[in-house]
């Protein structure tokens, strides 16, 4: 009887001491998690703990970037397109700080072609073009949507030097929104936004877009 406590006791400690390992291991994998409804990615705890590193083409000191609250200051020293576009495109749409960013970068007279392409996605630009009432300023992509149409009738984003993310439907895009703005003009009503065939039926030209910025909730945190 002795004998067997004992051995049961072995055991026991035995899958406590492996549970206490795969834990561990489990911790230090630093895998990130995925939000649900999109794809802002919640990095770990270690991923936080890091410290911050330049930028892998060897551009600027980010040691200082400890929050978005200077994130235009910060845009506005880097003007990489590539990196405006991981921005437009990682930022937590929920956060109304996003907005101003967003629309700080579609203001400037260098924004990409790719960057406000990206960014209608982002936003859902097809269903304002099947609206026929102004949302108001409950709705605040209702005003990065206009600054976008006033662009595209007018002086329009520049396409030399950033190419679309692989990912990225351009046509289909665009389907959308003449669908949207036909379905409407089908029962004569305009609708509030027309869809901005001068934005998309062009093919920018450039590198692709490298989509490896990690940014939290209000944090920079590095490139993957």
């Known amino acids: 009887m002795d004998q067997q406590i004992f051995l049961a006791v072995v055991v026991s400690a035995c899958v406590v001491g492996i549970a206490r390992i795969f834990g561990r291991m489990r911790g230090a994998s630093g895998s990130p998690t995925r939000r649900a409804g999109g794809t802002h990615l919640t990095p770990p705890a270690a991923v936080l703990s890091r410290p911050r590193r330049a930028r ?21 020293e880097d003007r990489d397109q590539a990196l405006w576009h991981d921005v437009v495109t990682s930022l937590n749409y929920e956060l109304p700080s996003t907005f101003g960013a967003v629309a700080w970068i579609l203001k400037q007279p260098d924004c990409q072609n790719a960057v406000a392409a990206a960014a209608m996605e982002m936003l859902g630009y097809d269903y ?70 001068s934005t998309l039926t062009v093919s920018p030209k450039g590198r692709r877009p490298a989509m490896n910025t990690l940014l939290d909730e209000d944090t920079f945190l590095g490139w993957a």
């Open 128 to 197: 304002y073009c099947g609206l026929a009432r102004d949302p108001g300023i409950e709705d605040p992509a209702y005003g990065l949507i206009r600054t976008i149409a006033e662009r595209d009738a007018n002086e329009g984003f520049p396409t030399h030097k950033l190419a679309d993310a692989p990912t990225f439907n351009r046509a289909g895009l665009l389907n959308a929104c003449l669908e949207a703005n036909m379905q409407l003009r089908a029962v004569g009503v305009e609708p509030i936004v027309c869809a901005p065939v």
């Open 56 to 76: 892998p083409n060897g551009k600027g000191d980010l040691s200082h970037i400890r929050n978005l609250d200077n994130l235009i200051e910060w845009l506005a």
